[in-house]
């Protein structure tokens, strides 16, 4: 209700010359908090991208180009984001993620790599997902000491995520050809069933870490 009320207070302002650019913001912001993302874009893209919200306006269309796979443009809106000065470190650190993820998707893991890993140590406590993604892009960029620690973070995860971290770390460990380490984290993947196919490559793994070892 209280949304419902400051809506309609806003709407009532949209064509004010001087709370006009504010109202926009707001009920696009009230469009987001909705998942009305479209309406939610029709009124970011109307704030002045130089005011004081135009910074916010940029963060929020940024999310909602991401949330409909819309890579290129969320990209490209995030990039605009962090180059803008004085920028609050929650909006950096979102943009770097978002960018990195983005990029991700795109194919461009060697590119998504520093903003991934920028998000990452900018965070208390960094989305597992987003350092599982970073994990992958620096194993499949031979950056296997660096996998390993991105994927130390994910290993607690009781899905087939944390099975998939278990899996690239004793890859990675692999690589390096630790093998007792390789041995005991591909054990611990081979022990999780959340992924059939996971479970069958950490067991080849798993006898090639022992023939070797």
Do not use: C, W
Request: no cysteine; net charge negative.
């Amino acid at each position: 209700a209280d949304y419902l009320d400051a809506e309609n207070g806003f709407r009532s302002l949209l064509k004010s010359k001087k709370y006009g650019n504010s109202a926009k913001f707001y009920v696009g912001y009230i469009a987001y908090t909705n998942k009305d993302y479209k309406a939610a874009l029709d009124y970011f893209n109307q704030v002045n991208p130089n005011s004081e919200l135009g910074e916010m306006s940029e963060y929020y269309k940024s999310q909602v180009y991401f949330l409909d796979k819309d890579y290129k443009r969320a990209l490209s809106t995030s990039q605009k984001l962090l180059k803008r000065d004085n920028v609050d470190l929650l909006y950096t650190a979102e943009a770097n993620r978002i960018a990195g993820e983005s990029l991700y998707n795109l194919g461009d893991i060697v590119s998504a790599i520093p903003y991934l890993q920028s998000y990452v140590d900018a965070v208390e406590s960094p989305l597992p997902s987003t350092r599982y993604i970073l994990g992958v892009s620096q194993y499949k960029n031979h950056e296997y000491t660096q996998a390993i620690e991105s994927l130390e973070g994910v290993v607690g995860e009781d899905n087939a995520m944390g099975q998939g971290a278990y899996l690239l770390i004793g890859q990675s460990l692999l690589k390096k050809k630790d093998h007792q380490a390789a041995m005991l984290a591909l054990n611990k993947a081979v022990k999780m069933d959340h992924d059939l196919e996971m479970q069958e490559l950490a067991f080849y793994n798993y006898a090639v870490a022992s023939l070797k070892g």
